[in-house]
């Protein structure tokens, strides 16, 4: 709680991962930093030693893209640096860790669909996240795949960016340049809207990097795991899922849409102490 103008106002959820929002909010202000300074340093003003920094310097997902032209060449498809690689060779290895924690903690995209979706929280109560009908929602979770792969043959095939021009992420740090495509622009804008309705609707249907990383999930060393010897069946955690996993129907989560974000666990919305946990080891 804080006190502002008098009034009392409370920052989280009483029980909450509150540390993942400062997280996020980090690499929020983080990239918007680097994305307003390379424009201002492109104008002749701007942070001199953020003056290298640029988006596609800072993300991952680029180490991904490039991944066949430079094990091919050696070289790297243009517009793409050696730290999206260096990046790409740190976050993999975090994921067979403890999953996608790049999507739930740090995506700045995932951040801002999260803060959207307040407001679909807001007017729709409990109704909020569930209207996709299931048959048709579990069909589109894996068009992501389906993105994965057309955007690496794309890329490899034409050794260009192609996935610029329709990347919400790219067009959401840049919406005020030139370097933006009309189609990154309106998939960003449909993007937002749907989560008003739907709580990280690029992340569960269409982000070709959450596909990479949510394989991760079937091999992860520590994991959320639900001990079912103190489990009340209540349903908290599957509500508060983000992703719509039916946590508490599962000893180990092991879905590919897990995010890593905690808030289904004991230290957030479960009531039990111990029963929702994220460990490595086992639960009774």
Not at 41 to 70: D, K, M, Q, R, W
Not at 161 to 177: C, G, K, M, Q, R
Not at 211 to 238: H, Q
Request: net charge positive; charged share 15%; proline share 5%.
């Amino acid at each position: 709680m804080i006190t502002l103008f008098g009034k009392r106002i409370r920052l989280f959820r009483p029980r909450s991962i509150w540390i993942r929002r400062i997280v996020q909010w980090f690499f929020f202000l983080l990239i918007t930093l680097i994305a307003v300074n390379h424009t201002l340093v492109e104008n002749g003003v701007g942070i001199p030693f953020l003056a290298s920094a640029s988006l596609h310097a800072v993300c991952p997902f680029g180490g991904v893209e490039t991944l066949y032209t430079f094990l091919a060449s050696g070289l790297l498809v243009r517009k793409i640096h050696d730290s999206s690689l260096v990046l790409a060779g740190i976050v993999l290895p975090l994921a067979f860790l403890f999953g996608p924690v790049f999507c739930g903690w740090v995506c700045p995209l995932g951040t801002v669909q999260e803060w959207v979706g307040k407001l679909g929280k807001k007017f729709f109560k409990r109704r909020y996240n569930h209207f996709v009908p299931t048959k048709l929602d579990n069909i589109l979770r894996y068009a992501r795949y389906g993105i994965l792969i057309w955007v690496l043959y794309v890329t490899a095939t034409s050794g260009t960016l192609v996935f610029e021009a329709y990347d919400p992420y790219f067009a959401l740090f840049n919406f005020w340049s030139t370097e933006v495509a009309p189609t990154a622009l309106l998939i960003l804008g449909v993007t937002l809207v749907l989560s008003v309705f739907v709580e990280r609707p690029w992340c569960k249907y269409a982000c070709p990097y959450g596909a990479v990383l949510g394989i991760t999930n079937i091999f992860r060393v520590f994991s959320i795991k639900r001990a079912e010897s103190t489990c009340k069946a209540d349903g908290a955690c599957s509500i508060m899922c983000p992703m719509n996993i039916e946590v508490d129907t599962v000893k180990t989560v092991r879905d590919h849409q897990c995010i890593s974000c905690l808030e289904c666990t004991s230290e957030a919305i479960c009531p039990v102490a111990r029963t929702v946990v994220f460990t490595a080891g086992g639960v009774k």
